[in-house]
């Protein structure tokens, strides 16, 4: 992890924002806090003044809300590792590539875990370059989904999800290095959120990504052959929809 990562502190409770700083000065020294602030306004003032490489981001302020903080500054190229008392916001998180999602109360070694997905990406380029936020609504260059599990919480890059299958209220995630993630919601949660992104349900039960496709097989609603020999049903209902929309992706990628 580089020396002197200058971060910034965003969350309107006083107790979690001197037990962070405690902490961070305690286990982690080259984490530099910068600044702190309680309100929306002071946040985006402070990103925009002090330029940090990394902020602890809570959801919910008394004058909006975190998401509100980070559509509304200009520099952007920073790390986000968001805070919040709820799962019901770790979805909406992935759209703006949250390194990581921290349940309240703050638990040390879950802060360690945190900053170490930031050493993992300081690896390779740095922490000031990261971050290519597409502001209003576009696709980052490597967008992560974060999922609620029976556990607590995974963060898992999309490009490299094969496919997903409902499994009862569940959706199990199967990914390009054999890994599986379960999480505990349905799969038309995750159809709303990756449709747009070159994924398709193909079934009830099926949603895949484009990418991955290497054949189809005709039948009576046929099945895909996706890369490392997975097979998956083409629902009857869903055929002509597939084939259409088959047809589109790979004319975009002409």
Wanted: with cysteine; glycine share 4%.
């Amino acid at each position: 992890m580089p020396t002197e990562i200058k971060t910034l502190l965003l969350d309107d409770d006083l107790s979690i924002l001197l037990l962070l700083e405690n902490l961070l000065k305690k286990q982690f020294p080259n984490i530099q806090v910068i600044g702190k602030a309680k309100t929306v306004k002071d946040g985006i003032e402070l990103i925009d003044t002090l330029k940090p490489d990394l902020i602890f981001l809570d959801i919910e302020f008394p004058d909006g809300n975190g998401f509100k903080i980070l559509d509304s500054v200009s520099y952007t190229e920073f790390e986000t590792i968001f805070i919040s008392s709820h799962d019901q916001f770790a979805m909406k998180a992935f759209e703006y590539s949250a390194l990581h999602y921290l349940k309240k109360p703050i638990v040390p070694s879950e802060v360690k875990e945190a900053l170490c997905r930031l050493e993992t990406e300081s690896d390779t380029s740095s922490v000031n370059t990261q971050i290519a936020k597409i502001k209003d609504g576009l696709i980052h260059k490597e967008p992560k989904l974060i999922i609620p599990t029976t556990e607590g919480l995974d963060l898992i890059k999309i490009k490299e999800i094969k496919r997903c299958e409902a499994s009862d209220v569940y959706t199990i995630f199967y990914m390009v290095d054999g890994k599986k993630y379960m999480a505990s919601k349905s799969l038309n949660n995750y159809e709303r959120l990756l449709s747009d992104i070159n994924f398709f349900r193909i079934h009830s039960k099926h949603l895949i990504n484009m990418q991955y496709i290497k054949q189809y097989i005709k039948g009576k609603g046929g099945y895909v052959i996706l890369e490392q020999g997975d097979e998956v049903e083409v629902s009857v209902r869903k055929k002509m929809d597939f084939m259409n929309h088959l047809k589109d992706y790979a004319r975009s990628l002409k």
